[in-house]
T-cell receptor
């Protein structure tokens, strides 16, 4: 079965430190990869996507993601975390079908 | 501003009652989606539509129904057959191509009285 794994339910980081939120996937073919962020009682906001090309993708709010085909991973990164980055982050994968497969989400907590 | 509007923000259902959640978009997107979000389970696809007057079941369609009579509107009805309807419901839309991101509304939280 096709799936997306976010192995950490929560990631804690101090403000100003780099952050990484992990995502691995198991799908056939060459899927499209996405990261979304969700603030409390709000919908998901699109952060960035990988379609093809450079393995390091830059997105909104200073976030970037590194695609690794051999490890089937797409980790979200930011060089310097802000308290306002605290939210729920979802990795999503779209194989060449009409459905998007979401991970279960990782809660990022940035401490002052 | 273009976007997706979901209403109401909060909704309460009595036993045996059907309720309808509204989703309207002015992004001129062809495809629209309904997801259910439960704590710790991520998003699960209920129904989706890639074109007006056509829609397909997602992974958890039982107890739900939809219509797509207009490009900008995709209402979801939670029927009395859905025994555990308490959840956060999210509507999304996209251009339809597989490499395009989905854009989400701010959700409707449905609870049982």
């Amino acid at each position: 079965a096709q799936s997306v794994a976010q192995p950490e339910d929560q990631v804690n980081v101090a403000e100003g430190n780099p952050l990484t939120v992990k995502c691995t996937y198991s799908v056939s073919g060459n899927p499209y990869l996405f990261w979304y962020v969700q603030y409390p009682n709000r919908g998901l906001q699109f952060l960035l996507k990988y379609i093809t090309g450079d393995n390091l993708v830059k997105g909104s709010y200073g976030f970037e993601a590194e695609f690794n085909k051999s490890q089937t991973s797409f980790h979200l990164k930011k060089p310097s975390a802000l308290v306002s980055d605290s939210a729920l982050y979802f990795c999503a994968v779209r194989p060449n079908t009409d459905k998007l497969i979401f991970g279960t989400g990782t809660r990022l907590q940035v401490f002052p | 501003d273009g976007g997706i509007t979901q209403s109401p923000k909060y909704l309460f259902r009595k036993e045996g009652q059907n309720v309808t959640l509204s989703c309207e978009q002015n992004l001129n997107h062809d495809a629209m989606y309904w997801y259910r979000q439960d704590p710790g389970q991520g998003l699960r696809l209920i129904y989706y539509s890639q074109i007006v007057n056509d829609f397909q079941k997602g992974d958890i369609a039982e107890g739900y129904s939809v219509s797509r009579e207009k490009k900008e509107s995709f209402p979801l009805t939670v029927t009395s057959a859905q025994k555990n309807p308490t959840a956060f419901y999210l509507c999304a839309s996209s251009m339809g191509e597989f490499n395009q991101p989905q854009h989400f509304g701010d959700g409707t939280r449905l609870s049982i009285l």
